[in-house]
């Protein structure tokens, strides 16, 4: 078999798979979603669920991991326009997943892929933003949790704006919080 039609028979499976996911989360619950429901619902055999993926952990890490790539991809440059283009770049994403994200921050979705999401954006937070140094820890703890509610917010609200709107808002919310966390002395 040629490379490209093994690359577009992989991608097919990946497809099915993530809307099988998709669909059983909204049905049952992320916690109560298994391979071999995933694997029945897309259609496609439990091995080639796991060519592709060690567990559904994996399925859902890897449509989070591509978004999140966006955010640390400074190749463009590290301007605030820049950074703001980069999340922009993020919403993007979710939106094109609206689904995926909706099923796993909704009610019956993931507890761990919500924590996930903060920690992903409290560990960048720390690496990448000149913080304070004596509330370093909370105030990236809190711009993790602040994203997580934001994309939440947005999600449930039907995106209400678009994702331009919604980075610059995240944005300068962001920004807020870290001036005042300048202001704020911990004794």
Do not use: C
Not at 108 to 115: L, N, V
């Amino acid at each position: 078999m040629s490379h490209s039609r093994e690359n577009v028979r992989v991608r097919r499976t990946r497809t099915l798979l993530r809307e099988a996911l998709v669909e059983l989360i909204e049905e049952h619950g992320f916690d109560r979603v298994t391979v071999g429901q995933i694997a029945e619902r897309a259609m496609v055999s439990r091995a080639a669920f796991y060519r592709n993926y060690r567990d559904k952990y994996q399925l859902v890490e890897q449509i989070f991991d591509e978004a999140a790539a966006a955010l640390t991809d400074s190749s463009g440059g590290n301007s605030e326009f820049d950074r703001l283009r980069r999340l922009e770049t993020f919403f993007d994403d979710v939106a094109r997943y609206d689904r995926v994200y909706r099923a796993l921050l909704g009610r019956k979705g993931s507890q761990w892929f919500a924590a996930r999401i903060q920690d992903t954006v409290t560990s960048m937070t720390i690496e990448h933003l000149p913080l304070p140094s004596p509330v370093d820890d909370l105030v990236a703890t809190l711009l993790g949790g602040m994203f997580l509610q934001t994309v939440t917010w947005w999600l449930t609200n039907n995106r209400p704006v678009p994702s331009r709107d919604m980075a610059a808002d995240y944005a300068r919310l962001a920004a807020a919080l870290i001036r005042e966390a300048n202001d704020v002395s911990f004794r």
